[in-house]
């Protein structure tokens, strides 16, 4: 056992490390070549992640935010050890990431339940090793009902509704009590009112088991009333743009913060746009 | 009229009085009680009829002799005769004997074979062009080589099923494992799944929906190839009933023998169809 290992009370600073990452993809279309526009030839590498720094602390629910196709998905799976081509220093509790492990869990954009299992069966993914079937079975239970679920063990996926499926995901994230949890939009394509319920529902579990969360997202106000911290990217190739620890008391509202309020429009600038029309 | 029926659907309590005052009027119009009957049974059955009668039609106009196209009536005469002398049940048992050793064996390899093939991106693209090359050659062609190498008997039939089945069942079930979605793979690998999980909480299930239809299709083609090879390789099943009544110049026993060919491939396919909606295979009803 390492140091980091032994269970310290206080959240360790610096729990995921990233450091000077850089990441290229290969150029795999077969552009047509256009003097104007001048465009990356057949298999060359093309660089998403340029020289990425960002240190979260554990236990903290950091929001990533930036324009689409920068990386944000990339970098998510790079961390959650999914992606092991790439250059630079990426390290949880001190530990470089080797690969995937079942204490970071991922929750993939589109879903990554196990479409043929039972909802219990997939909640009950990372607790196939419990001997006592009895305590699993409940285990699984106790999960359900934090996401609203309970009584819905016997369901296939393909009869749940796209937000019942995102939170069985959630469920069965959260029974392994991972260190870490990824989540890659994990509110898109849900509609309001739900979306509104799974963002009570994450700071909730949040609450409750106090693991770091590490979640990409598209809605500016996500980040700011769930993240402890936010990571803002810019345009390809991707650098941080800006991280903040953000101390805003909960709950939290934007509109009636002007702090918040403030934050919010800086935000909306950075990705290039205004709030305020 | 189809008025009163709907409403007879609504009204529970109506329904017998609505139906049977509907049934009263349409006893006076025989084309609505032709339409009706049509309606009511199974349209296979029409279609069956149907065929019964435009053989019982062509016998009659005498184009061939009876000897070379017998009736429906003589084909049943036949048919009993099969069933009382224990010939039909005999051959008939032969023939599915070979199928199923034939399939079993080409499901047995050529499933995990499949598998193999559709994981290991390697394998797959030093094997398939072999593959690729024996699939077009039919099973008949082997004939020859077949009674040399396992003489007479069962085993050439059954070698010759197997080649007619193992090839399609490798192919498709390697398609079937490379189009499996990644993200399973990940999430696999993020739960830390052992090689025996990973194809019996991933693969297997993953791929059963596609393999159902494949073993559906390829139970199929065994079912023709059995027939062929039984009119050359061996001395027993319903091809070598359709050769030896030939010979004797029985057509009422070819004549049968194709009927149970065809009534039995239809069982076979309504029993695997049967298997392909089984609970454990649904989920791909999503079309995912
Ligand atoms: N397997 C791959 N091969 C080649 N290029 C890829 C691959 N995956 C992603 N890319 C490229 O890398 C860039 C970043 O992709 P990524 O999925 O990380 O974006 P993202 O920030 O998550 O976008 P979005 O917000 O739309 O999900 C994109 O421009 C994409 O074209
Ligand atoms: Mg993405």
Known sequence: MSFADTKSPAPREGFIRVRNLRKAYQERRKARRDPEYPSPRYGEDILILDGVDIDIDEGEIVCILGPSGCGKSTLLRIIAGFDTSYTGEVSIAGRKVAGPSPHHIFVFQQSGLLDWMTVGGNVGLGLRRMKDKAAKREKVAEYLELVDLAGFEDHYPFQLSGGMQRRVELARAMAVSPEVLFMDEPFTGLDFLTHMRMREEVLNLHEYLRKTIVMVTHDIEDALIMGDRIVIFGNRPTRVKLARKLEFPRPRDVSSDPDLAELRRQVYLMMGVHYAL | MDEGRKKAVAVPGLSGFTESLAGRVRALDPLEKLMDFLRRTPLSVVSFGAILLLWAAVVRLGVWSENVLPGPLAAARGMEELFRSGLLLKHTAASLFRVTAGFYLAVLLGVPAGIVLGYFALARRAVNPVIQ???????????????????????????????????????????????????????????????????????FPAILPSVMVSLRISLGIAWLVVVAAEMIAVKSGLGFLIIDSRNALRMDFVLDAMILIGAIGVILDAVMLRLARSREVLWGARGR
Do not use: C, H
């Open chain 2, 133 to 203: 090359f024996f699939r077009p050659i039919s099973p008949l062609a082997w004939i020859p080589l077949a009674m040399l190498w396992f003489g007479i008997g069962d085993k050439p039939a059954i070698f010759l099923i197997f080649l007619a089945s193992f090839f399609p069942l490798v192919v498709s079930t390697a398609a079937a494992v490379e189009n499996i979605g990644k993200t399973y793979f990940q999430v696999a690998a993020n739960f830390a799944f052992s090689r025996y999980e990973m194809l019996s909480l991933l693969i």
